[in-house]
C-alpha cells in the first residue's frame, strides 16, 4: 500500500504529465495557426499578382491582334514591289 505522501506525489506526477500534453498542443495548435496565417497572406499576394498578370496579357493580346494580319500584308508588299518592278521595266522599254 502506498502512503498518503506516494498517494499525492503518483498523482502530481500523472497531472504534470497532462500538464505537459497541453502546453505541447497549445505550441503546436499556435504555429498551425501561424503557418495558415503565412500561407493565406502569401495566397493573397499571389493572387493579386495574378490580377496583374492578366491584366498585362490582356493588354498584350490587344496590342497583338494584328500579328496574323502581318503575313498578308507582307505577300501584298510583294506583289507591289514586283509590279513596280514590271511596270519599269516595261516603261523603261526594256
Do not use: C, F
Amino acid at each position: 500500500m502506498l502512503t498518503a505522501a506516494a498517494q499525492a506525489q503518483q498523482k502530481a506526477v500523472t497531472l504534470s504529465g497532462w500538464y505537459v500534453g497541453y502546453i505541447i498542443a497549445a505550441v503546436l495548435i499556435v504555429v498551425v495557426v501561424a503557418l495558415v496565417a503565412i500561407i493565406l497572406a502569401l495566397v493573397r499576394r499571389i493572387s493579386s499578382l495574378a490580377d496583374d498578370i492578366t491584366e498585362v496579357l490582356d493588354d498584350v493580346r490587344e496590342n497583338t491582334v494584328a500579328v496574323p494580319a502581318v503575313g498578308t500584308l507582307n505577300e501584298s508588299l510583294l506583289s507591289v514591289v514586283t509590279h513596280a518592278a514590271q511596270a519599269r521595266t516595261a516603261l523603261a522599254g526594256g
